[in-house]
């Protein structure tokens, strides 16, 4: 009976008027039938009316709920997350220093947080979290690739270190913590000078303009080429035993996609129905955690059984109780602090390669305001909006920086798919995620926990995240014309010599030779970062090669979304900032600031009520769509 109603519009397509006054009907028919039924007839007329939100955008659940769903955010962005510091952990000279890769956890979590918030409420303004990116894992890479930043440890491992001339300190010790610690602290200095210019482009508007030059062609060999230049890591790390690698792949497999239909009956809470039940599809929301805590409690009850080898002999890495030290080693509760590990040190070679993931971090963040706007039930992002979204971005990277969790900040497209599945897009509830990760990343011993998952499930994680931003970049090409040979050309050819190049660059180390050490480090870490280089092949093709905007994708890349229609101001006061908007209101001067909500762009024509020149409705608007079911 409920699967009838629930279609009846779509049986009685022809006869819309009927339909809809017998689903009044029959809503009005509460006392007296299931009351199932009432809320399928309330679900679709909401959804027929595009406003199926639970929480939009400013609106604040009950703080109970408010906390819940956002440790729920959290969780959403966990794996991303943590998957970063441990992919960072062999080039950065961590090796078994288990407390310091712990300490190095917790501090990526509480600047994510911090980020998140600032972002929430004086960036996008979107309740989009933020949180480590991979964009900048090859630069950090390549940085960490040159002569002077090898790592003896793996330099050791190949019989390339003399450790009977030169013996290697002891994991833990303060000799081996410094030896770490200076190299964060050079990418700390590359990351938040490179970080001033994301805050320049952002806040100075020059991201709009740059957008028009960017196209498909351009994003698919720069964010494919990220997970691409990453097999290595994540094949390093599954090597260490190919079953349990292959056993996280299958789990995560299963839960995101055999299972992904499947619900689980729970309790909601809402202001008009008050406590209800409704099926939660919590292996698509959790697929990522689901598999990891899977294979880590497999992991431990294989080592229990004593199915896996003492140290030291191949498939001994899966083991569980390799790493439980740490758990006794660290603290209790310890408060990150900028520059806790000394100084950052900043050189012109790694500052120029690290902004090579500035840019790419920026165009996969403009694609998901737009994905986040949608599915939060707000309106398309207004160009002061995605100006001080950047340029809040930016700030989050230096923050970042400042306080060395290796890497940046950026937006998370995953707990955009969260939103669309939970149907609740308000702000408050992503700030409170934000604060729950800035307070679990005060608690050591949290960090320290997720020490111990062992490396082959670890690097079963990797070919699944990995490869998912590989099929991130490729999805842009079906927004291109893929009959026409000049596109394939451009595809092919930035691909291949973004991979074959930097490779390369690896292999013959110190062979550019300009009489410059300055520009000579420079080079090699530009020409050596994949995306870098295929990016910039790619730019240089598709904007010089004569093509159609249509041939080219760019016309269907840069679609509006009609499906707003709201207007007045109420539509742009989502994007306003907070307490002291009524006084920008009363500055002249604010309508020539571009991230100001009352910025007029084209000298001063149009109104603040004018949608953004460019809207890249790429993967992201996808995956928003497969969110909604």
């Not at 939100?53 to 109970?64: G, I, N």
């Not at 309106?379 to 989050?396: F, L, S």
């Not at 910025?599 to 009520?609: A, D, H, V």
Request: proline share 6%; net charge neutral; aromatic share 10%.
């Amino acid at each position: 009976m409920t699967y009838f109603l629930y279609n009846a519009p779509s049986v009685c397509k022809h006869h819309t008027k009927s339909s809809s006054e017998w689903q009044t009907k029959m809503a009005g028919s509460k006392s007296s039938s299931d009351p199932e039924i009432e809320i399928q007839v309330e679900e679709t007329k909401a959804s027929s009316e595009g406003d199926n939100m639970l929480y939009k955008v400013d609106d604040t659940p009950p703080w109970y709920l408010s906390i819940l769903l956002g440790f729920q955010h959290y969780l959403t962005a966990f794996g991303s997350t943590l998957s970063v510091p441990l992919v960072l952990q062999s080039a950065m000279c961590i090796g078994d220093d288990r407390v310091g890769l712990s300490e190095i956890i917790s501090t990526i979590f509480f600047v994510s947080g911090l980020s998140t918030l600032l972002q929430t409420t004086f960036g996008v303004r979107l309740p989009i979290i933020q949180g480590a990116t991979f964009s900048f894992l090859t630069p950090t890479f390549t940085i960490l690739a040159l002569k002077k930043w090898e790592c003896p440890f793996t330099l050791a491992a190949k019989g390339e270190w003399n450790v009977t001339s030169d013996p290697l300190p002891d994991p833990g010790s303060p000799e081996h913590k410094e030896m770490w610690q200076m190299r964060m602290r050079e990418i700390q200095g590359a990351i938040m000078v490179s970080s001033i210019f994301e805050i320049v482009i952002g806040f100075s508007g020059v991201i709009g303009l740059f957008l028009h030059f960017i196209g498909p062609l351009v994003i698919v060999p720069t964010i494919s080429l990220i997970g691409l230049s990453l097999f290595k890591e994540a094949a390093d790390l599954a090597s260490k035993q190919w079953y349990i690698a292959v056993m996280t792949v299958a789990l995560i497999a299963i839960f995101s996609q055999y299972l992904k239909k499947v619900k689980i009956p729970v309790c909601r809470v809402t202001r008009k129905n008050g406590c209800s039940m409704y099926k939660l599809p919590i292996f698509k929301l959790f697929p990522i955690l689901l598999a990891l805590i899977s294979a880590w409690a497999i992991c431990g009850i294989l080592t229990a059984a004593g199915a896996f080898p003492e140290q030291g002999k191949w498939g001994s890495a899966a083991r569980t109780d390799a790493k439980i030290d740490v758990l006794e080693k660290s603290l209790w509760f310890r408060f990150p602090y900028p520059g806790q590990w000394g100084l950052p040190t900043v050189s012109v070679s790694a500052v120029f390669g690290m902004l090579a993931g500035v840019l790419a971090s920026i165009i996969e963040s403009v694609g998901d305001y737009y994905a986040c706007a949608k599915l939060a039930g707000a309106p398309p992002p207004p160009v002061h909006a995605i100006n001080r979204g950047i340029g809040m971005e930016g700030i989050g990277c230096l923050l970042a920086g400042a306080w060395g969790s290796g890497n940046g900040t950026t937006s998370y497209s995953e707990n955009i798919g969260a939103i669309g599945i939970t149907r609740v897009g308000s702000r408050r509830v992503v700030q409170m995620g934000g604060l729950i990760m800035m307070i679990l990343g005060c608690l050591g011993k949290f960090g320290a926990l997720f020490v111990t998952i062992p490396d082959p499930v670890i690097g079963g994680l990797f070919m699944v995240t990995f490869g998912m931003v590989v099929a991130v970049g490729l999805s842009n090409l079906q927004f291109v014309d893929l009959s026409s040979s000049r596109n394939i050309f451009i595809i092919g050819t930035s691909i291949f010599f973004g991979l074959s190049f930097p490779n390369w660059m690896k292999t013959h180390p110190g062979y550019i030779d300009t009489g410059s050490d300055i520009l000579d480090q420079l080079l090699s870490v530009l020409l050596g970062t994949s995306m870098f280089v295929g990016g910039t092949i790619g730019f240089i093709l598709d904007n010089t090669i004569p093509g159609t905007l249509e041939e080219r994708g760019i016309l269907r890349w840069r679609q509006k979304d009609e499906s707003w229609t709201a207007s007045g101001d109420n539509v742009n006061s989502v994007y306003d900032l907070p307490c002291i908007q009524k006084y920008l209101n009363k500055l002249t001067i604010t309508r020539y600031l571009p991230f100001c909500p009352n910025f007029q762009p084209c000298c001063g024509k149009g109104s603040k009520k004018q949608d953004p020149p460019v809207e890249p409705t790429s993967v992201y608007e996808k995956k928003v769509d497969d969110t909604n079911m």
